[in-house]
C-alpha cells in the first residue's frame, strides 16, 4: 500500500486559502441571487409593481458583485453604497402615496445589509460614517411601508431586529476595517525593514569589495610603470574582489526577487549573507591585497568557539566596516589591527591602525556616513556598545562591545548594559 506521507504535496496554505476564499464567495452570490428572487416572487404573488423591486435589486446587486478588479474609477464605494440606499429611502417615501411600490422581502434586506459592511470596511473615514448612517438608515426605516396596515407594536418588532442586525453589520466592517489596516501597516513595516536589511547588505558585502577592487587598481595603475612584474598578484586579488562582489550582488537581487530561482542560497536556510569569527579570520587575512598593508587578527584564548550566531555576526559586520574604512580613509596606514577578546560575558572586538587620513579615494567612493549608523543599530539590538574615535597618537579605533548571554531579568541587564558602557570621544565619529 502506498504511503500517503511520500505522495507530492498538491496543494499549498495559500492555495488551499484562496480556494476556501472562492468557495465562501460563491455561496454568497448564490444566496444572494437567491433572495433577490424571492423578492421579485413576493411581489408578483401580492400583485405589487415589479419595476421598484426590480431597480432596487439591480443596483444593489450591481454594487455588492462588481468585480474591484474591473471597476471604472467613477464607481467609488461611496457610490456604490449610497446610490441603492437612497433609491431604498425614496421608495420607503414613495410607498406612503402608492401602495402597489409597497414592496418588502428577504433580497432588499440582505442587499443593504451588505452594503453597509461595504461602508464601513472599504469608505475614507469621513464617508464611512456618512454612507452607513444613509444605508443603515435605509434598512431600519424598511417596515414604514406599511405603516397604516401594521400596528405600532409590529412594527417595533420588525424595527428591532433590523436594527440589531444593522449594529451587527457595522461592527463587523469595522473589524474587518481594523484587520485591513493592521495588516496594512504590517505590510509597509515588513517591507520597509526589508529594505534596510537589503541596503545593509550592499553596504556590508558589496561595497566592501568594491572599495577592494578600487584601491588594488589605484595599486595596479602605480605599479604598471615601475613593477610591471608584479602586477599578476594585483590582478588576481581584482578579479577575486569582483567575485565576491558579483556572488554578494547576485544573492542581494534573488532574495529581492524572490521565487524558487531568484531566492538560491548560498547554503541551505542561509536567507542573507551572514559572517562569522572563522570567516573573520579570512576577512582579515585578504585585507590590503598582495602590495597593500596587512592587517593582524589577535584572538584572546578566552574568546569561545560557540557562541552565538549573531554575535560572531555582529563582530564579523562590526570588523569588515573598520577595515573598509581604513581602505577608504587611511591608504597610508602600515598597522592595522583586530583583537578579540572575551570576559564577563562580553565579546570585545577592537580595530586599530595607524592611518593620518591620507587616502586618495575619489569623493564618491568615499561612503555617506551609513556605515558607522549601520554598525551602531546592529550593536545595540544585541544590548551591546559602540564607540569610534581617533587614537592617542593617530590612528583610529573602533571598538565594540558585544555581551554574548541575554540575562533573564531586565535590572540586571540594565546593570550590566551600564557596566559595559564606554566613555564616547569629544570629536566627530569616524566617517564612513
Known sequence: MTDVNLLPAT???????????????AMGVTTLVLLAAADVLIAVANGKTLWPVLLLLSLGLAAVLWPSARQPAWLTPQLRTAVPAGVSLALTAL?????????????????????????????????AWLCAVLTGGATVVVPLRFYDVIAKEDALLFALP?????????G??????????????????????????????????????VTGILVQTQ?????V?????????????????????????????????????????????????????????ELVDRFGGPTGS???????????????????????RVVQEALTNVRRHAADATDVTVALAHADDTLRVTVRDNGRAGAAMPYAARGGGFGIVGLTE????????????????????VVALLPTVRPADPGRAGHREGRRQLPQSTRSPAPD
Not at 410607498?95 to 443593504?112: F, K, Q, S, Y
Not at 476595517?177 to 520597509?192: F, N, P
Open 11 to 25: 496543494d499549498d496554505i495559500p492555495t488551499t486559502r484562496t480556494r476556501r476564499q472562492g468557495y465562501l464567495r
Open 95 to 127: 410607498a406612503a402615496t402608492t401602495e402597489p411600490v409597497r414592496t418588502l422581502g428577504p433580497g432588499e434586506m440582505a442587499v443593504l445589509l451588505c452594503l453597509l459592511l461595504i461602508a464601513v470596511r472599504t469608505c475614507s473615514p469621513w464617508w
Open 162 to 170: 433590523l436594527a440589531l442586525l444593522t449594529g451587527v453589520f457595522a
Open 172 to 209: 463587523l466592517g469595522g473589524y474587518l476595517r481594523s484587520l485591513d489596516h493592521s495588516r496594512g501597516v504590517a505590510v509597509t513595516e515588513t517591507r520597509r525593514a526589508e529594505r534596510l536589511a537589503m541596503a545593509a547588505d550592499l553596504h556590508d558585502f558589496v561595497a566592501h569589495h
Open 219 to 223: 595599486m595596479a595603475r602605480m605599479m
Open 225 to 281: 610603470g615601475s613593477e610591471p612584474d608584479r602586477l599578476d598578484p594585483v590582478l588576481a586579488g581584482i578579479e577575486h574582489a569582483a567575485t565576491e562582489a558579483l556572488a554578494s550582488m547576485r544573492l542581494t537581487v534573488g532574495i529581492l526577487r524572490g521565487g524558487p530561482q531568484g531566492t538560491a542560497r548560498l547554503e541551505p536556510g542561509e536567507s542573507r549573507p551572514v559572517g562569522d569569527l572563522t570567516a573573520l579570520a
Open 294 to 316: 596587512k592587517a593582524e587578527l589577535h584572538r584572546d584564548a578566552s574568546v569561545p568557539s560557540d557562541l552565538p550566531h549573531e554575535v560572531q555576526a555582529a563582530a564579523y
Open 378 to 397: 546592529r550593536v545595540t539590538a544585541l544590548g551591546g556598545t559602540l564607540r569610534t574615535g581617533p587614537r592617542e597618537d593617530h590612528g583610529w579605533e
